[in-house]
């Protein structure tokens, strides 16, 4: 018992030595308050500054990495809004995203633009599947401040809409034989 009290003894010590402007009524929390770790403010280079910044525009990080801010509505697993880097391509956004549904039309891709190019273009078609199937990035545009990527479902019938109908049969069936049985 002895040693337990010289080893608190010790501890109060080294702790009143390193904080010296403790006052005797602090001096007890010391040891009443479990003392957390001091939070560190981890360094994210896609959250975007810390001051208001219009979505139509690049920005800059507080590491000057130029920033810009993309939209991505339809089949994706999380679509909304994404702050990117400057040059982020296709790929880099569909993997922030979550991936694709397996009901997405990947060869329609759609990118809209705020304000049309100089050929009065203000949407552009992009085929992603001849990329996931051989690498052609030859419809890939460069993406610009406030673009939106829309990923159309698909027009054929998909795994879940054939799941959807067989539980609504299912269900149909079960209530026939319901009613058919206590009649």
């Given at each position: 018992m002895l040693s337990i009290q010289c080893i608190i003894i010790s501890t109060v010590n080294m702790k009143v030595m390193a904080a010296p402007n403790i006052t005797p009524s602090a001096f007890g929390s010391l040891f009443s308050q479990e003392q957390s770790p001091p939070t560190r403010n981890d360094y994210n280079p896609l959250s975007g500054p810390n001051y208001p910044m219009r979505q139509d525009a690049y920005f800059t990080d507080d590491r000057g990495n130029i920033l810009m801010i993309v939209n991505v509505l339809g089949e994706v697993n999380r679509p909304g809004q994404l702050v990117v880097r400057e040059n982020a391509d296709f790929p880099t956004i569909l993997s922030l995203v979550g991936g694709w549904k397996e009901t997405a039309n990947l060869k329609k891709v759609l990118v809209a633009r705020l304000d049309p190019d100089n050929k009065a273009v203000q949407a552009y078609r992009i085929d992603i599947k001849q990329y996931c199937e051989n690498g052609d990035r030859a419809s890939f545009?460069?993406?610009?401040?406030?673009?939106?990527?829309?990923?159309?479902?698909?027009?054929?019938?998909?795994?879940?809409?054939?799941?959807?109908?067989?539980?609504?049969?299912?269900?149909?069936?079960?209530?026939?034989?319901?009613i058919h049985n206590h009649m």
């Open positions: 545009i460069a993406l610009k401040p406030n673009d939106t990527i829309i990923i159309p479902k698909s027009n054929g019938i998909s795994l879940s809409d054939l799941s959807q109908i067989a539980g609504l049969i299912y269900t149909g069936f079960t209530g026939y034989s319901v």
